[in-house]
């Protein structure tokens, strides 16, 4: 009976440790004072034992936002974190899983978050192609595949689409220059066909883009499939005219 109760009081106390630092955090968030936000409900994060599902989407939903409206004033905080449009995301989704009642106002925001992922991917994806060491090359395809998959989730578009297929390419051959590395080139053949994937969906989206015809002739080419090489070849000379 009495470690049921110390279970009992446990609970409730830590509940009220973390609700001590939400119920200040949203204050400070109606009045502007973002960075106290975030940390704030990193504090109550801490502590998330006796936190209902209420006080956790409430407490991701103004983090998620206090650090989309520091992204938007252009700050530069450290509050924000290193992938900050990723965060942001993971954040507010959280917060929708956890209490719907937020997904309408989420819903609002989601369109500029995913401009804003197409076009984090899209310099990762530059940073990598221009890389200098094999670890840059990684990361910098890896955070462009992370981000493009993200902005896939929120609108999956062509453009998203595309640059998933575009990062996986890149990535394979990257991989595919190893001859020698049996492991590198069974990732190689991985990302090859991910890039398959991708473009071919991106293609289902827009029968005339020549960047997917491209690209899906050149993976024929790679796997050796001659027949498909052709008829991405025919079907890029009819689109050229």
């Known amino acids: 009976m009495r470690a049921f109760l110390t279970i009992i009081l446990s609970t409730l106390i830590f509940g009220a440790f973390s609700q001590n630092f939400v119920s200040p955090g949203i204050i400070a968030y109606h009045s502007g004072a973002y960075e106290r936000t975030i940390q704030d409900m990193n504090k109550a994060f801490q502590t998330t034992?006796?936190?209902?599902?209420?006080?956790?989407?409430?407490?991701?939903?103004?983090?998620?936002?206090?650090?989309?409206?520091?992204?938007?004033?252009?700050?530069?905080?450290?509050?924000?974190?290193?992938?900050?449009?990723?965060?942001?995301?993971?954040?507010?989704?959280?917060?929708?899983?956890?209490?719907?009642?937020?997904?309408?106002?989420?819903?609002?925001?989601?369109?500029?978050?995913?401009?804003?992922?197409?076009?984090?991917?899209?310099?990762?994806?530059?940073?990598?192609?221009?890389?200098?060491?094999e670890t840059e090359v990684r990361n910098y395809f890896g955070a462009a595949i992370l981000k493009s998959t993200t902005a896939a989730k929120i609108n999956d578009s062509y453009e998203a689409n595309a640059l998933l297929g575009k990062s996986y390419l890149a990535l394979g051959d990257f991989y595919d220059q190893y001859i020698d590395d049996e492991s590198l080139q069974k990732r190689a053949i991985s990302s090859y066909e991910s890039a398959k994937e991708f473009y071919e969906k991106a293609l289902g989206m827009n029968a005339r883009s020549l960047e997917s015809i491209k690209a899906l002739k050149y993976i024929a080419y790679r796997f050796g499939d001659r027949d498909k090489e052709v008829y991405y070849a025919q079907l890029e000379a009819s689109i050229r005219g």
């Open 49 to 133: 034992r006796g936190m209902d599902s209420e006080t956790r989407g409430k407490a991701y939903y103004y983090r998620g936002m206090a650090r989309l409206n520091l992204l938007k004033a252009g700050s530069n905080s450290a509050e924000i974190g290193n992938n900050p449009y990723q965060t942001v995301y993971d954040d507010l989704d959280r917060a929708v899983l956890l209490d719907p009642k937020w997904n309408e106002s989420v819903n609002t925001e989601k369109s500029f978050i995913y401009n804003q992922l197409l076009t984090a991917a899209n310099q990762s994806y530059n940073l990598g192609y221009n890389a200098a060491t």
